[in-house]
């Protein structure tokens, strides 16, 4: 499997971003794609995933309520709507796949891209 993600950018606080997480290759492998973040000095850390059918979503209790987390079946695409942003949320991000339901961890990593959250 093999992921792309794009649409970091520079953004005001308070602002809304939208990154999007296109997977390709054996897709039909994928349980889950998750969205993380690593900002700078801290360990990468969770935000949020959903079920490769479209399932339940979990988030991360810094982004409830501001984030949402989406798939597009047709594109193979995982979106991640995030609105109300802070500067707090300034990280490189990144997705990733899961093919186990059983096994929590990630297989498949796409690049990072990064989000800037201004004053």
């Known amino acids: 499997v093999q992921l792309q993600a794009c649409g970091g950018g520079l953004v005001q606080a308070g602002g809304s971003l939208r990154l999007s997480c296109a997977a390709s290759g054996r897709t039909f492998s994928i349980y889950a794609v998750g969205w993380f973040r690593q900002a700078p000095g801290k360990e990468r850390e969770f935000v949020a995933t959903?079920?490769?059918?479209?399932?339940?979503?979990y988030y991360a209790d810094s982004v409830k309520g501001r984030f949402t987390i989406s798939r597009d079946n047709a594109t193979n695409t995982v979106h991640l709507q995030m609105n109300s942003l802070k500067l707090e949320d300034t990280a490189v991000y990144y997705c990733?796949?899961?093919?186990?339901?059983?096994?929590?961890?990630?297989?498949?990593w796409g690049q990072g891209t990064q989000l800037t959250v201004s004053s």
């Open positions: 959903i079920t490769w059918d479209g399932g339940t979503p």
């Open positions: 990733a796949a899961r093919r186990s339901s059983i096994n929590p961890g990630y297989d498949s």
